[in-house]
C-alpha cells in the first residue's frame, strides 16, 4: 500500500481528517526546506505538498508567484526540490510527500527520468496543474510504473462527466479547487463547498482534498466537515514571507502557528 493511501486509510479508521499543508521548495533558501517539512509534520500535517517553482505559476495568485521568484532566485532546481525529498526521508519515512507544479519544467526534464529519479527520492504523488486528461496517457503509465501517485485538480467548473475522466485517470486523492480564480484571492463558501464535493462522490471513491481559501482553523474545520481532507497553502507561504529576513527557527515556529489550531479544529 503507498504511503497515500496508507495515510488516508488510517485516518478513516480514526475518523480524522487529512491536513494537507502547502509550501514552495527552496522558499526563502533550499536550506531551510526541510526543516520547515519537520516542523509541519509536529504540527500536524498528514501529507506534505511541495511546490516545484516555476517562472510562470498560472494557477498561482501574487503570494506563491513571489515564493517561487523567491525560491528560483535562490538556486532552486528540480534537482534540488528532489535532494530536499530525500534529505526529509532520512527524517521521515511515514509522511506522504505530493511535488505540487506544471508541465514545462517536467516534460524538460523528461517524464521517464523525473518519475524514476521522483521515486528514488521518496516523493509519493504528483500534481501538474496544467496537465489535461487528454494529454496524459503516457504520463500516467510513467508514473505509475514508478508507483507515484497522479494527483488531479477539480473545479467548481467541471462538469460531472469530465470529472469522471479524470479521476479515472487519478490515484492518492483528488484535489478540488474550491474557489474560481488563483490561490490566494477569493473568500470560501462552505456551502457552495459541501454541495460540490457531495457530487463528486457519485464519480469517484477517491478521498478529496479540498484547497483553495483555506486561512484559519474555522474555515479548515467547516471543510474538514464535508472533505477527506483540507488543503492549507497561501496562508502558510504569506507566513514566509513575513519571516523570510528571520531566522529559520521562526518560520518553522510561524507556520506551527498557524498549522497547530487547524489540527485542533479539525479534530474536536
Known amino acids: 500500500m503507498s504511503r497515500i493511501n496508507a495515510c488516508f486509510s488510517r485516518l478513516k479508521s480514526e475518523n480524522k481528517k487529512a491536513l ?16 520547515m517539512m519537520k516542523g509541519l509534520v509536529d504540527a500536524g500535517a498528514d501529507i506534505i505538498e511541495l511546490g516545484m517553482a516555476f517562472s510562470d505559476p498560472m494557477a498561482d495568485g501574487p503570494v506563491i508567484q513571489l515564493a517561487c521568484e523567491r525560491a528560483l532566485k535562490a ?5 534540488r526540490v528532489l535532494q530536499i525529498v530525500e534529505e526529509f526521508r532520512q527524517h521521515d519515512q511515514t509522511t506522504p ?18 518519475a524514476q529519479k521522483a521515486k528514488k527520492s521518496g516523493v509519493d504523488g504528483v500534481l501538474l496543474v496544467d496537465l489535461t486528461p487528454e494529454e496524459a496517457t503516457n504520463v500516467v503509465e510513467c508514473f505509475a510504473e514508478n508507483s507515484i501517485d497522479l494527483i488531479y485538480l477539480l473545479s467548481p467548473t467541471t462538469t460531472l462527466s469530465r470529472a469522471e475522466k479524470i479521476c479515472n485517470l487519478a490515484s492518492g486523492y483528488v484535489y478540488y479547487v474550491s474557489v474560481k480564480g488563483v490561490t490566494g484571492t477569493a473568500a470560501l ?17 477517491l478521498p478529496i482534498g479540498v484547497g483553495f481559501g483555506i486561512r484559519d482553523a474555522q474555515t479548515a474545520k467547516s471543510v474538514g466537515q464535508c472533505s477527506d481532507g483540507v488543503i492549507v497553502g497561501s496562508v502558510l507561504v504569506n507566513a514566509i514571507a513575513d519571516n523570510k529576513d528571520n531566522e529559520k527557527s521562526a ?4 507556520l506551527k502557528n498557524i498549522l497547530i489550531p487547524m489540527r485542533q479544529a479539525l479534530d474536536a
Open 97 to 114: 510527500v505530493v511535488l505540487m507544479g506544471y508541465l514545462n519544467p517536467i516534460e524538460f526534464f523528461g517524464y521517464k527520468e523525473f
Open 20 to 35: 494537507i499543508p502547502f509550501i514552495t521548495a527552496g522558499d526563502p533558501t533550499p536550506d531551510y526546506t526541510v526543516d
Open 75 to 79: 538556486g532552486i532546481t528540480i534537482d
Open 251 to 254: 518560520i518553522v515556529n510561524a
Open 189 to 205: 463558501d462552505v456551502d457552495s463547498v459541501r454541495s460540490r464535493v457531495n457530487e463528486l462522490r457519485e464519480v469517484t471513491n
